[in-house]
């Protein structure tokens, strides 16, 4: 069963502080696939990256990963899981008291019982996979938005996963860093033969590299495809977000009394 | 009545909320112990804390401490040359800063040099993700970062507080004896034959890391519970320095009143 597929995520429902987030999430993510997964801001697309890795644990459901129920673990059996799962945060989350060496072969030192000398070999080649290996002697704070997010790209396939799971990995980018981070994205997925799960909001780079779409609003599953059956859908909220139009079934005004109310006209006491 | 109602929600919620993060803290403390293991197996990892928490504190507290000596010796000497017994200097200066200063002022000076960038520092890792990043790489931040920093802390206050003492001492022989004339033999052999090693300086040591367990643990806790943006940060920062400064205050008190009445 668990075979064809890496990631399964049946009848999933999570509720932060009364509210809930997520309200029946129902996906299947195919060995070697990258997929993406799209909402706006607040849709609950972080915490689902959360719920895969076990960082949070959902209300109803089960996540499953390589065939094991992540909800249902201990935390040892969760960390033996997590070295097979790399993960990129926004910002890259690089440890600013290490340098780009250090923080790339952080996860190595820690795993492993490699020696320094095969350690230096790996983390040389992994940055060199991102372009970076000229900057191993840098700290973090030396670094661009998206050198930083390369260098914690390296970090993240440094145990070379069998998942990488990218938080925003286009935000904040310049279109050069963002063209580069995109491709690299994909080229590594292959050439390390993993699966990849990114949650973002940047369509266009989205629908070059991706196999695969899920949008989520509001919790649900709204709209799922390959990138070029979401090119050509007539559900209204991904043609909004798509197109990036102003008003649509995602509206461009909070909700409010209306405005002549508001405003005291026409004879409200 | 809806002031009265109010008042008495304001309190609930008041008294629920602090229940709630001092098990939070329990919690985290427990947590910290259970972690420790790897601290000392891997011991490395303390020693770069002792470095940031222990050696960077040196300057101020051995400043303040040969102050805090030379305030001594002036006060002390106007004082007891009234009744004719400026000799007694060296025991009052030494009494006092082995018993109470030397604690209790080193304690202080930690909780805003050192705890305040305890908690910072976590807070800041907690803000920019980097705690989640370690906990998704499979490495538990509690054995990783909190640990080392609360044996770093336990480990260097003692010091910290006994080279406080020292320095103090030293000022107060600087006053008193170089600078107003009092006799340097009566001085120090006054000093030695009251100052007992148990009563005094092992109750200042004990006094020292109790404070430095209630002091880092409070930092340590303020940073990992701190809300991840950078006004949550600032905030968790001034609270360790106004918690663990009451908190070294009140423990005082209460250790004062167990070990120094009988």
């Known amino acids: 069963m668990s075979s064809d597929y890496l990631v399964e995520i049946k009848d999933l429902y999570f509720t932060y502080d009364r509210r809930p987030i997520l309200k029946g999430i129902n996906l299947s993510i195919r060995r070697g696939e990258v997929v993406a997964i799209m909402g706006g801001s607040g849709s609950g697309k972080t915490t689902l990256l959360r719920l895969i890795g076990g960082q949070l644990k959902p209300t109803s459901g089960t996540v499953k990963v390589d065939g094991l129920v992540v909800n249902d673990m201990s935390h040892r059996e969760l960390y033996d899981l997590r070295r097979r799962m790399g993960m990129l945060f926004q910002f890259g989350a690089l440890y600013t008291d290490l340098s780009v060496y250090d923080n790339v072969a952080f996860p190595l030192r820690e795993h492993t019982t490699l020696t320094e000398s095969m350690i230096r070999d790996l983390v040389l080649l992994k940055l060199n996979a991102v372009g970076l290996r000229g900057a191993h002697k840098l700290m973090p704070a030396d670094l661009s938005g998206g050198m930083a997010r390369r260098v914690a790209l390296a970090r993240a396939i440094a145990l070379d996963p069998m998942l990488i799971m990218y938080d925003e990995p286009f935000t904040g980018l310049d279109p050069i860093s963002l063209g580069v981070t995109g491709n690299l994205l994909r080229r590594l997925n292959d050439a390390l033969g993993a699966t990849s799960i990114m949650v973002t909001h940047d369509v266009q780079e989205s629908l070059q590299i991706v196999d695969h779409i899920y949008f989520i609003s509001e919790g649900q599953i709204v709209a799922q495809g390959?990138?070029?059956?979401?090119?050509?859908?007539?559900?209204?909220?991904?043609?909004?977000?798509?197109?990036?139009?102003?008003?649509?079934?995602?509206?461009?005004?909070?909700?409010?009394?209306?405005?002549?109310?508001?405003?005291?006209?026409g004879g409200a006491a | 009545m809806n002031g009265i109602a109010g008042a008495l929600r304001y309190l609930g919620n008041y008294v629920t909320t602090n229940v709630v993060r001092l098990g939070y803290a329990s919690r985290l403390f427990v947590l910290t112990l259970l972690y420790s293991g790897e601290s000392f197996r891997r011991f490395r990892l303390?020693?770069?804390?002792?470095?940031?928490?222990?050696?960077?504190?040196?300057?101020?507290?051995?400043?303040?401490?040969?102050?805090?000596?030379?305030?001594?010796?002036?006060?002390?000497?106007?004082?007891?040359?009234?009744?004719?017994?400026?000799?007694?200097?060296?025991?009052?200066?030494?009494?006092?800063?082995?018993?109470?200063?030397?604690?209790?002022?080193?304690?202080?000076?930690?909780?805003?040099?050192?705890?305040?960038?305890?908690?910072?520092?976590?807070?800041?890792?907690?803000?920019?993700?980097?705690?989640?990043?370690?906990?998704?790489?499979?490495?538990?931040?509690?054995?990783?970062?909190?640990?080392?920093?609360?044996?770093?802390?336990?480990?260097?206050?003692?010091?910290?507080a006994a080279l406080f003492s020292t320095?103090?001492?030293?000022?107060?022989?600087?006053?008193?004896?170089?600078?107003?004339?009092?006799?340097?033999?009566?001085?120090?052999?006054?000093?030695?034959?009251?100052?007992?090693?148990h009563e005094d300086i092992m109750n200042g040591v004990i006094k020292s890391v109790v404070f430095a367990v209630a002091v880092t643990a409070i930092a340590l806790v303020e940073g990992y519970d701190s809300k991840p943006t950078a006004e949550g940060v600032s905030r968790a920062t001034t609270r360790t320095v106004v918690t663990s400064s009451l908190m070294v205050l009140f423990l005082d008190f209460i250790l004062t009143s167990l070990m120094f009445t009988s």
């Open chain 1, 226 to 265: 390959t990138p070029d059956e979401i090119r050509n859908t007539d559900i209204p909220f991904v043609h909004q977000f798509v197109h990036g139009e102003i008003d649509g079934p995602v509206p461009f005004h909070y909700p409010a009394e209306p405005l002549a109310r508001d405003l005291m006209l």
């Open chain 2, 46 to 160: 303390v020693l770069r804390e002792l470095y940031s928490i222990g050696v960077l504190s040196l300057i101020i507290i051995m400043v303040s401490g040969l102050f805090v000596g030379f305030v001594l010796g002036l006060q002390g000497y106007n004082t007891l040359e009234r009744y004719g017994s400026e000799q007694a200097l060296g025991i009052l200066v030494a009494l006092s800063l082995v018993r109470e200063l030397g604690p209790v002022v080193t304690a202080l000076l930690y909780a805003g040099r050192a705890g305040t960038a305890i908690t910072a520092e976590i807070g800041l890792m907690k803000a920019t993700e980097q705690l989640s990043a370690m906990e998704m790489m499979a490495v538990e931040p509690m054995a990783r970062v909190v640990a080392p920093r609360f044996w770093a802390g336990v480990i260097s206050m003692p010091l910290l």
């Open chain 2, 167 to 197: 320095m103090g001492v030293f000022g107060g022989y600087i006053v008193g004896v170089v600078l107003i004339g009092v006799d340097e033999g009566a001085f120090w052999s006054q000093m030695q034959a009251s100052v007992d090693f």
